[in-house]
C-alpha cells in the first residue's frame, strides 16, 4: 500500500538556500494534504497544510504546492536554516475517510550550516 | 502551549505479555487516534476513537488491539498478547475537530516486545 510516497530517503542542503521535498500520491480520492516535521524521539509537528482546491499555501518560510493532475506535491523551505534538519512526512486524507492520515515514508532533510 | 502527553516513553515486555500504553490528549479535543511507526518504517494509522466509540480502524487493529477512554482523560491502547512484530514506536494524537483538521501528536512510547 503506496498511496503516498516520498521517493526520496534524504536531502542535504546548504544552510540560505532553498530545499525542496517531494511527494506523489495516487488516491485520487484525497482533498487533504499535511506535511509534519518530526525530530528525533519526538511526535510529528504539523507544519502547513493543503486542500485539493488550493494549488498554493504559503506560511513564513513554507510554503507547498499542490498539482492535482500529477498527483503531486511539494514543500519550499526558504532560506532553509540548520533548525529545519528533521525528517519531514508528506500526509493526505480523503472525505470518505477522513479520520486518518496516510503518511508518505519521509525524507530526512539536513541543512549544512 | 497543550500538548499530548504519553506514558511511559519507553515499554519492554515478553512477547505474549498485554500492554497498556497510556495517553492524555489536549483537554478540549474530541478525536482521539493511536499511531505507530515500525522502525525505519512509514508512520501508519491504527485507529481514531469519537464519542466513545472506534470510528475507523486499520487492518493492523486486531482482535489484539483494544483502546478505552476510562475516565474522560486518559486515552489507552491495550494489546492483548504482544508479538515480535508490535515492536515500535507508538503516537497518540488528538484533534479537536476531526474531519481535515490538523492532528497533534504526543512523543510517543517506543514498545519492545522480547
Known amino acids: 500500500d503506496q498511496q503516498v510516497k516520498q521517493n526520496s530517503p534524504s536531502l542535504s542542503v546548504q544552510e540560505g538556500r532553498i530545499s525542496i521535498l517531494n511527494c506523489d500520491y495516487t488516491?485520487?480520492?484525497?482533498?487533504?494534504f499535511l506535511w509534519y516535521k518530526k525530530y528525533p524521539a519526538e511526535g510529528p509537528t504539523f507544519l502547513i497544510s493543503?486542500?485539493?482546491?488550493?494549488d498554493k499555501n504559503e506560511d513564513g518560510r513554507f510554503t507547498v504546492f499542490l498539482n492535482k493532475s500529477a498527483k503531486h506535491l511539494s514543500l519550499h523551505i526558504v532560506p532553509s536554516q540548520p533548525g529545519d534538519s528533521a525528517v519531514y512526512f508528506c500526509?493526505?486524507?480523503?472525505?470518505?475517510?477522513?479520520?486518518?492520515?496516510?503518511f508518505g515514508s519521509g525524507t530526512r532533510l539536513l541543512v549544512r550550516p | 502551549e497543550p500538548e499530548v502527553t504519553q506514558t511511559p516513553s519507553h515499554q519492554v515486555t515478553q512477547m505474549g505479555q498485554e500492554v497498556i500504553l497510556r495517553c492524555v490528549p489536549i483537554?478540549?479535543?474530541?478525536?482521539f487516534y493511536w499511531y505507530r511507526q515500525i522502525l525505519g518504517q512509514k508512520v501508519e494509522f491504527l485507529v481514531s476513537?469519537?464519542?466513545?466509540?472506534?470510528?475507523?480502524k486499520s487492518e493492523i487493529f486486531d482482535d489484539q488491539f483494544s483502546v478505552e477512554r476510562p475516565d474522560g482523560s486518559n486515552f489507552t491502547l491495550k494489546i492483548r498478547s504482544t508479538k515480535l512484530e508490535d515492536s515500535a514506536m507508538y503516537f497518540c494524537?488528538?484533534?479537536?475537530?476531526?474531519?481535515?483538521?490538523?492532528?497533534?501528536f504526543g512523543s510517543g512510547t517506543q514498545l519492545s516486545v522480547l
Open positions: 494524537a488528538s484533534s479537536r475537530d476531526g474531519i481535515n483538521e490538523k492532528l497533534f
Open positions: 488516491n485520487s480520492m484525497f482533498d487533504y
Open positions: 476513537f469519537y464519542n466513545n466509540e472506534i470510528s475507523e
Open positions: 493543503i486542500s485539493s482546491i488550493k
Open positions: 483537554s478540549n479535543h474530541l478525536y
Open positions: 500526509a493526505a486524507s480523503a472525505m470518505d475517510s477522513s479520520y486518518k492520515l496516510i
